[in-house]
């Protein structure tokens, strides 16, 4: 017979540095599940990932039990990395902070494809863009 599910819980968390400290500690301590037993396995998961933020979706069961999964890093995250950006525009629209070739949009694409609502590579590459251009980006799309 399967678990019942008490409730879902999403967070962004640095990988790796997975703290007690808000937001996590009352989101997991509201639900009631061993809040040092997630951070370790998490960052034990995450540690390749460091220097990036991975959303986490956790699944809380009735008899406090969990599970979780970890998701690629955040897309503005890749977006950074890939053209070496410190951070986006902080005017998007009227300032450029940089620029994202088609290529390198792809290249994100297939790395976050499995976490986006498309198969089509080249769909995905414009979901990538789109990221891009709301951080002040200019791309080729």
């Given at each position: ?46 540690m ?28 503005t ?31 994100i ?9 498309t ?23």
């Amino acid at each position: 017979m399967a678990k019942k599910v008490a409730s879902v819980i999403k967070l962004n968390i640095p990988a790796g540095k997975g703290t007690p400290a808000p937001p996590v500690g009352p989101a997991l301590g509201q639900a009631g599940i061993n809040m040092m037993e997630f951070l370790k396995k998490f960052n034990e998961l995450s540690m390749p990932q460091m220097g990036y933020t991975l959303p986490v979706e956790i699944t809380v069961f009735e008899d406090r039990s969990f599970t979780f999964v970890i998701k690629q890093p955040l897309m503005t995250d890749l977006i950074k990395k890939a053209i070496s950006l410190e951070k986006g525009s902080s005017n998007p629209g009227k300032e450029v902070a940089g620029k994202l070739t088609k290529a390198k949009a792809l290249e994100i694409a297939r790395l976050k494809m499995k976490d986006l609502n498309t198969e089509d590579e080249e769909m995905a590459a414009r979901i990538v863009a789109g990221s891009a251009r709301s951080m002040g980006l200019e791309t080729d799309f």
